[in-house]
């Protein structure tokens, strides 16, 4: 912030939608964790903020018949400690406390983190592999998008249009599910060089559902849908997990960067991937 930034802290959302559309210019404040890096890098200037941090309603987290409720201003800290996320969803705080350290994690917020949408981000393949829905509001109309489906768009962009505030996640839950999220980063709780987010569901011995989610290798997260299609039907035995795992290390892109090597990036990601189906098939109920 300058001398020059004009600052607003809206009470109610109502209030900062319109706020939004009188300085379509301004930006939006969360956790301020990586506005506040782009900031310092030049990358954006705070002119004119909107700070979301008094609309407690952004801040609710709720679970109910089959789907967690998080309000965008949940912090890292919150998804964490919840007891709600805990029992319902629990590698949703465990990607949380992955996060960076205790004080960017006690600022950082869920709904910053999908807007920002970072590729390396700890939270994006757990909600593409859930498939959760993100929901968020304008001056005018309210809007719902499937995280599966195109709403991590490209590096750093989200589908949110620059009128939008991100109100919520929605999360579906089954209870007959087994969750597994496994991460590879530089150094503990940095970002990730890979993470993967898998849940497995079986009936009568066979594999009836499977997710996975690859992310930190690509611009956005990517769903493995070759190595989900193998392995329903199987009895999800060592060897199928195995095979499923060579198979989303074949299918899944990967970058290249001056530190790590596509080699040993996509090994990775077939390394993680069996780790993650493995942890799923250990929580089925
Ligand atoms: C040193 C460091 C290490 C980190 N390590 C990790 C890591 O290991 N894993 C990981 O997942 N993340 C990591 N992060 C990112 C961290 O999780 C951020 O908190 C998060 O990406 C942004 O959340 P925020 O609440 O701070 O958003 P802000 O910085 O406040 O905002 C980020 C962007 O989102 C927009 N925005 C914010 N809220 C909304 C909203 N409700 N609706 C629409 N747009 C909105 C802002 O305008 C801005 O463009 C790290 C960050 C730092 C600084």
């Not at 705080?93 to 970072?118: F, H, L």
């Not at 849940?199 to 690859?214: A, F, H, M, Q």
Request: charged letters at 20%.
């Amino acid at each position: 912030m300058t001398s020059e930034t004009t600052y607003h802290r809206p009470d109610s959302l109502d209030q900062a939608c319109n706020l939004l559309l009188e300085n379509p210019e301004a930006i939006l404040l969360s956790g301020c964790q990586s506005l506040g890096l782009l900031s310092k890098e030049g990358i954006v200037s705070l002119d004119t903020i909107i700070d979301l941090n008094r609309i407690s309603e952004l801040r609710e987290i709720s679970y109910n018949e089959g789907s967690l409720h998080i309000g965008a201003l949940t912090t890292h800290r919150d998804i964490e400690t919840s007891q709600t996320i805990q029992t319902n969803l629990p590698i949703l705080s465990t990607a949380a406390k992955q996060i960076a350290d205790v004080q960017i994690r006690n600022a950082g917020t869920i709904g910053g983190a999908c807007a920002y949408a970072d590729p390396t981000a700890d939270y994006p393949p757990v909600l593409m592999a859930t498939n959760a829905t993100v929901h968020s509001v304008s001056a005018t109309d309210s809007f719902e998008y499937t995280t599966r489906d195109g709403f991590f768009v490209d590096y750093y962009q989200s589908a949110i249009g620059p009128e939008e505030i991100i109100t919520s996640l929605n999360i579906p839950i089954s209870k007959n599910a087994g969750y597994g999220f496994e991460k590879l980063a530089y150094r503990k709780n940095d970002r990730a060089i890979v993470n993967v987010a898998a849940i497995l569901e079986t009936k009568n011995g066979k594999c009836t559902r499977s997710d996975i989610c690859v992310a930190g290798v690509w611009d956005t997260p990517l769903i493995a849908n070759e190595a989900m299609e193998f392995l329903l039907g199987t009895q999800l035995t060592d060897d199928d997990l195995s095979q499923a795992s060579t198979i989303v290390q074949d299918e899944i892109l990967v970058c290249d960067d001056p530190l790590i090597s596509v080699e040993y990036r996509s090994a990775m990601v077939g390394v993680l991937s069996k780790k993650a189906l493995i942890m799923a098939r250990e929580d089925l109920p």
